[in-house]
């Protein structure tokens, strides 16, 4: 049992590295993307279907609270995927798309984290968002998934170049701690927090 638990260490700081390696230039575009939504007053939507909707709830939090150190809140929300029975079940996949075009504005962002690139709900809510002239920020799995032939030259995606979900899920949440740390040092640069 424990060599497993190992090849999982190494299997995650493998991805990790490969994920580095890749994206370092999106992520750098995606969060000078959202900085610059923010300090023309524009607000950044997040959303996420199954397991990956916590994490665009966490990577609102951050956003609207704070990650390391104390800074004014910065304008964000969670979308909801729970309809709790008060949307009809024709209605459910259009549940995020509805938020988007009642929420949404021109300039604004819409994150959106993947973990299949082929969920319905999500890709309805880029085609609203996009109607909308907002700008997505998707982050997307290792396939050529649907959604990933909406994004245009304005848009970014982080495409993760792992195809376990696990090792996928746990590079989400790294790329959007990046992506908050590199948004807090732009706009809060006396805040940096020294590396322990």
Known sequence: M????????????????????????PIETAALTI?????????????GEGAANALSGHFAR??????????????????????????????QQDFLARQVRAL????????????????????RAVEAAL?????VIALTVDN????SGLLGNSDVEL???????????ECYAFLLHCVVELIDNTL?????VDPI
């Open 104 to 123: 949404g504005q021109e300039g604004d962002i819409l994150l959106v984290l993947s973990l299949s690139g082929d969920e319905n709900s999500l890709i």
């Open 62 to 91: 951050l956003l609207l609270d704070q990650f390391e150190t104390e800074r004014p809140c910065l304008p964000a929300c969670a979308l909801s995927n729970d309809s709790c029975g008060l949307v009809h079940l024709s209605q």
């Open 2 to 25: 424990q060599e497993h638990i190992r090849q999982l260490f190494s299997e995650n700081i493998q991805t990790m590295i490969a994920t580095g390696e890749a994206l370092a230039g």
């Open 131 to 135: 109607t909308k002239d907002m700008t």
């Open 159 to 169: 495409r993760v170049p792992a195809h376990r979900p696990a090792r996928v899920y």
């Open 35 to 47: 900085v610059h939504a923010l300090i023309n007053d524009r607000k950044v939507l997040c959303a």
């Open 144 to 147: 050529n998934g649907e959604l």
């Open 188 to 192: 809060f640069p006396q805040q940096d």
